[in-house]
């Protein structure tokens, strides 16, 4: 028979296991309302900004012959440090880019929203285009994903009462992020390894009027609820977290050579990548060894053959945290525990 104290102990643990088992399988619901007030937490600082702008100004002449310009340029940092309330700056960070891949993130919490309402089932199908979607960039999975959060799919061309069901109902994505208070993203194409046609091309308009758009202020705001567990649900964040996490300097991925080739070994990096001929981008979450942790958001109307863009930023941003140059009073260079690989 227990002894009456190892029976009270084996008693509380589990009720610890069963609420723990409870909780993975109704977490707490994060509201757009929480979501909201989480992001307005968010302050803008002039003297990051101030410095940020000398890393563009400086990135800009270094980078002059792989046609780095000021007006193709924006960078956007967060500095989120445990105790404090984060704080922002950046150069050209609410100006509007072509954001290529990086919409990805966007589609990724959208679909973790409709994850936990109910609305699309966690089929294996689903979790496996999830998976490459954000780890591989795989277009062909993140057009599945798009047609099963809005309902649609293409096709050839559309009478005009058609087409504009379609584009209301293309406008899913949209709808949820302004509701998380988003205003500066437009998140409903596709992605492409050729080129739209039919009816995507018709809602896409003759001059690309209505492309995707992401604002490196924006996608850093996006970036952070995620991994700090403001949306939908911690799981789904962690869910995204684990597709995105990345090696920094990874030369068997194509994502971690970016802002993850301008960061000291050993950080922790999760980011997200998009590239073409014409655009060169990566949105991260750095854990530093030493320093603050931060987002970096980088785009650039740069070719993909110019990783070393993004990953020289990082390391100018990097170095800045370090050393105190930043905000001096916000980044104290400390030795910080991080979670294990395979962590938040």
């Known amino acids: 028979m227990l002894q009456p104290r190892l029976a009270a102990f084996a008693f509380a643990a589990v009720l610890v296991a069963a609420q723990t088992s409870a909780n993975a399988d109704n977490p707490v619901r994060i509201s757009a309302d929480s979501t909201r007030a989480a992001l307005r937490k968010i302050t803008t600082e002039p003297e990051i900004s101030a410095y940020v702008k000398s890393v563009a100004d400086r990135a800009c002449r270094q980078f002059k012959q792989a046609g780095l310009t000021p007006d193709g340029l924006a960078i956007a940092v967060i500095l989120d440090e445990e105790d404090r309330e984060p704080v922002m700056g950046g150069y050209n960070m609410n100006r509007p880019f072509y954001p290529a891949s990086v919409v990805k993130l966007c589609y990724a919490l959208a679909l973790e929203e409709a994850f936990a309402d109910g609305r699309i089932a966690r089929t294996p199908e689903v979790l496996r285009d999830l998976d490459l979607m954000l780890r591989i960039s795989s277009n062909a999975a993140t057009n599945r994903i798009l047609d099963l959060l809005t309902g649609t799919e293409s096709g050839p061309e559309l009478p005009e ?144 053959k110019y990783p070393e863009i993004p990953a020289w930023i990082a390391s100018e941003i990097t170095h800045a945290i370090q050393l105190d140059r930043l905000r001096p009073e916000f980044t104290p260079a400390t030795v910080r525990m991080r979670p294990p690989a395979g962590g938040r």
């Open 161 to 304: 009462a058609e087409l504009a069901e379609f584009a209301a109902k293309r406008q899913a994505v949209n709808k949820y992020l302004r509701r998380l208070g988003f205003r500066d993203i437009n998140a409903c194409q596709k992605t492409w390894d050729d080129a739209p046609f039919g009816r995507d091309m018709q809602f896409l308009g003759p001059n690309y009027e209505n492309r995707n758009r992401m604002t490196a202020a924006d996608t850093a705001r996006l970036l952070w609820i995620i991994k700090r567990g403001k949306a939908v649900s911690r799981p789904a964040c962690d869910e995204i977290l684990k597709h995105i996490r990345r090696r920094p300097g990874d030369p068997k991925d194509i994502q971690a050579r970016r802002i993850g080739g301008g960061v000291p070994p050993g950080s922790g990096l999760w980011s997200k990548a998009g590239w073409t001929s014409s655009t060169n981008h990566d949105a991260a979450y750095v854990e530093l060894p030493i320093g603050s942790p931060f987002v970096l958001v980088v785009f650039t109307n740069t070719s993909y």
